[in-house]
Nanobody
Framework: QLQLAESGGGLVQPGGSLRLSCAASAFRFHYYTIGWFRQAPGKEREGVSCISSPDGSTYYADSVKGRFTISRDGAKNTVYLQMNSLKPEDTAVYYC?????????????????WGQGTQVTVSS
């Protein structure tokens, strides 16, 4: 059964950086998209970024464009989210998710498989 596992969250000061990882196991998709989402307390889940396979094209929400970078290591079935210049408003639980299509979207309902999430807190 396909599983996604996030790691790399933590507490960081404003302006700092974190790199999140999403490790996928037991899947057989050739065409797929992995997205990063976040949900802050009392707010709706928000799409942050996604990357498609096999072409590796990416897409970012305006709120993170220029600060976050999504990438992947195909050999390790792992997708990364490098987060720089972090702001307090980036504080949230971050989730990775997978959909069996190469067409990119940040609509959470289009994703079929989800990880358990990792907490990111940006605070001084």
């Amino acid at each position: 059964q396909l599983q996604l596992a996030e790691s790399g969250g933590g507490l960081v000061q404003p302006g700092g950086s974190l790199r999140l990882s999403c490790a996928a196991s037991a899947f057989r998709f050739h065409y797929y998209t992995i997205g990063w989402f976040r949900q802050a307390p009392g707010k709706e889940r928000e799409g942050v970024s996604c990357i498609s396979s096999p072409d590796g094209s990416t897409y970012y929400a305006d709120s993170v464009k220029g600060r976050f970078t999504i990438s992947r290591d195909g050999a390790k079935n792992t997708v990364y989210l490098q987060m720089n210049s972090l702001k307090p408003e980036d504080t949230a639980v971050y989730y990775c998710a997978l959909r069996g299509s190469r067409f990119k979207t940040l609509r959470s309902k289009e994703y079929d498989y989800w990880g358990q999430g990792t907490q990111v807190t940006v605070s001084s």
